[in-house]
């Protein structure tokens, strides 16, 4: 089915072969089918009940492009309608919530409405079933983007073994490399030299930070609460362990993780052009 | 005096009833019939913050947050962390006593974490009912608001959202994990920490998109503990009204972080 949507569209879109009969019957490549080919793919079985749906525009609508992201900002929307591109693809919410409700008369809200009919765009979430695929993407892109891709530890995408680093070091390397503003904040002390490599990409748990800072030098983590996960580091560093806990912030930590969403996309779509948007670290702080 | 002493004593000056169902605020380290050296208060023991205060000679803190890094402080599946036999070996080696002040501190009148903040802020609320955290200033622009708080209240890793240009002049201000929800009729939303994305309502994207459209918001992180930190020092000072047998000291926990240089 997928292959011989894919090869139907390849035909209709070449015009010597596609005769006037081929091309009346063409019919556009939409937003629903990129959304059929995805679950198609994806590696495991839909959740009927996830938040990854449409979350503005008509499923019937022709692709143009595709774009993915992190979270659909305006900045992102307005530099997707530049590319002429119109199905945007995002981890985290549209509508400044979880369940990206309706804010009936909010004048920020209608005005990203109104903005997304105009451009005929698409927003579909995908958050669930991508932060599902193993093995976890968002920790992949993340160690990609930051070049360490080879030094991985076995087979686990989470850990990774660096040539020893200082924890200043590592942290000016990830602002450079992240395009960081003032998002990034550190626990330990900068000279700190380091091996060890542990990634906890987008909300990052404390049983997730227990487990993982005992056995590593550095947790590199996404978003996280101050009277659990930080504690726990600033305990770690007290109790004289040589160590470091890097908070990215929630979306800079998951950005990567698209991008590497984005190299999957083309591998499935060929009908129209897939790239990715960053969002951008949101953060900045006074001089 | 033993350390419960001093919470029966807090308990009778509070003004208000005990809530006797509070997981918070209960003893979460040492033995509350320990004999009281001296009383320190601080927004988190930290072991940093429990090592400090034995130096200084203090038995008995008063934390506004855990000691055990969850808001139970649940220690089950703890046990054979190092980490944790390590600040329990510490304290257990030099008798320290620790109980949270949470839930009762900020339901006295008034809540002295809040009026902490505020006076750290240096802001003069609006009168009036249903105005606690509601500011209103002359106009300026919300770098210059931001880079005012940051100097103030000495903060490193502030984090700010939205157009440094915005005419601003009200703010929502709250504490801890909780910052006021942006609307409308409000520019700058400040509070401690908060959910970045994915939560019941998203502070720092709607002020992005608002920032494209050119309205004028913004949203102020100044950080959990540098928002209810200065609150225990006013706890400090309440205590001393009626507990004179132990010095009392604020004992800051201090800002966890550092942020490289943008």
Aim: aromatic share 8%; glycine share 8%.
């Amino acid at each position: 089915m997928e292959l011989s949507r894919r090869l139907f569209a390849r035909l209709a879109g070449t015009a010597a072969l596609a005769g006037p009969a081929l091309r009346g019957k063409q019919t556009p490549f939409t937003a629903q089918d990129v959304v059929d080919r995805v679950q198609k793919n994806i590696g495991s079985s839909w959740l009927p009940e996830s938040l990854d749906n449409i979350k503005a525009g008509a499923a019937s609508t022709a692709v143009t492009g595709i774009a993915t992201t992190a979270m659909a900002t305006m900045d992102v929307l307005a530099r997707a309608v530049k590319e002429k591109t119109n199905f945007v693809v995002t981890l985290e919410p549209v509508f400044f919530g979880r369940l990206d409700a309706p804010l009936a008369s909010d004048p920020v809200y209608n005005d990203k409405q109104d903005y997304i009919r105009k451009n005929n765009l698409v927003i579909w979430r995908i958050g669930d079933h991508w932060r599902a695929r193993k093995p976890d993407p968002l920790a992949t892109g993340l160690a990609r983007t930051l070049g360490w891709t080879e030094h991985q530890v076995a087979d686990d995408p989470a850990r990774y073994d660096l040539p020893p680093i200082t924890l200043g070091a590592l942290v000016d390397d990830l602002a450079t490399r992240l395009h960081a503003r003032a998002g990034i904040r550190v626990v330990g002390d900068p000279q700190t030299s380091l091996r060890r490599v542990h990634l906890l990409p987008g909300v990052t748990p404390l049983d997730a930070t227990v487990k993982a800072l005992p056995a590593c030098d550095v947790v590199v983590a996404g978003e996280t609460r101050e009277w659990e996960s930080v504690e726990y580091a600033q305990d770690t560093v007290a109790a004289g362990q040589k160590k470091g806990f890097v908070m990215l912030g929630h979306v800079l930590s998951e950005e990567p993780g698209m991008s590497l969403c984005a190299d999957w996309l083309k591998s499935l779509v060929t009908e129209v052009p897939v790239h990715w948007i960053p969002a951008g670290d949101p953060y900045w702080r006074p001089a | 005096m033993t350390a419960n002493d001093v919470v029966e004593r807090i308990k009778k000056n509070l003004g208000i009833p005990w809530n006797e169902k509070t997981y918070r605020d209960t003893f979460k380290v040492g033995d509350p019939q320990t004999e009281v050296k001296g009383i320190a208060t601080t927004f988190m023991a930290t072991l940093d913050l429990i090592q400090r205060a034995h130096a200084a000679g203090v038995n008995f803190v008063i934390t506004h947050e855990p000691t055990f890094w969850s808001d139970r402080d649940t220690v089950a599946g703890l046990t054979d962390d190092p980490i944790y036999k390590f600040k329990v070996d510490f304290c257990a080696r030099n008798q320290m006593v620790v109980w949270r002040f949470h839930d009762h501190i900020h339901a006295h009148q008034p809540d002295l974490i809040w009026v902490g903040l505020a006076r750290a802020l240096g802001w003069q609320e609006r009168p009036g009912p249903g105005s606690r955290g509601q500011f209103t200033f002359p106009q300026t622009t919300l770098g210059e608001l931001a880079a005012a708080i940051a100097r103030r209240m000495n903060i490193r890793a502030m984090r700010v959202v939205g157009d440094p240009k915005a005419k601003v002049s009200s703010a929502a201000a709250g504490m801890g994990y909780n910052i006021p929800r942006v609307t409308p009729s409000v520019d700058v939303v400040i509070g401690g920490e908060n959910p970045e994305a994915g939560g019941q309502f998203d502070d720092t994207e709607y002020v992005l998109d608002a920032a494209f459209f050119g309205r004028n918001h913004g949203q102020i992180i100044l950080g959990h503990q540098v928002s209810e930190e200065p609150g225990m020092e006013d706890c400090a000072t309440w205590l001393r009204t009626f507990v004179t047998e132990v010095p009392i000291r604020w004992i800051r926990a201090g800002e966890p972080f550092w942020s490289p240089k943008a």
